[in-house]
């Protein structure tokens, strides 16, 4: 079980830590919530799963100050949609103190994670991690010479490298791209 920690941007002016006054609702920030249900996909677009979260879990007590919305340039129409990307708003609404939207807008909106990682990219980024894996567990098995060993190498070096031409092709049609996230106020 990680630890948590409190990450509550209280050395700004404009962060209350205050829920209210009893019996009345307040929304507290969601910077570091995980999504109920949703599995790993807030993790980098779903590059990384819920283990590479290390050994702490990160949590804000702050009042949100407002619920928004990151959107990217492909979701606003400033850039075209490449072929097999996606074509809906690919995020969710989520409450955050104000502490927590300054330091997203600054260092934590230049890249949109479902742009980076679309579903065709986490595809083949699952295939060389099954195509290392089952080269490794091969190579290791009691019995195997140092020549099926060096087979299964090149075997597997050589799907790397077609694996990674894939990759490179998805870069090249704009597929796999950059785009900057926008943080606009939905409440």
């Given at each position: ?44 677009g779903g590059f990384y799963d819920l283990r ?136």
């Open positions: 079980m990680p630890d948590v920690l409190d990450n509550t941007p209280w050395w700004l002016d404009n962060v209350t830590t205050k829920r209210g006054h009893e019996g009345l609702l307040v929304q507290g920030c969601e910077a570091y919530e995980q999504r109920q249900g949703e599995g790993p996909k807030h993790l980098e590479s979260l290390g050994p702490h879990v990160w949590t804000c007590k702050a009042r949100a100050d407002g619920l928004y919305r990151a959107s990217c340039q492909c979701t606003l129409g400033l850039r075209a949609v490449p072929d097999g990307q996606h074509s809906l708003p690919h995020s969710k609404e989520t409450w955050l103190c104000n502490g927590h939207l300054a330091m997203i807008r600054k260092r934590g909106s230049q890249i949109c994670p479902p742009c980076v990682h679309p579903p065709a990219e986490l595809e083949l980024q699952e295939a060389m991690k099954y195509t290392r894996e089952s080269a490794s567990a091969l190579m290791f098995q009691p019995g195997v010479t140092l020549q099926d060993r060096a087979l299964v190498q090149r075997k597997a070096e050589a799907k790397l490298w077609d694996l990674q031409a894939q990759l490179d092709d998805l870069v090249l049609r704009g597929i796999v791209h950059r785009c900057s996230i926008i943080l606009r106020e939905v409440s």
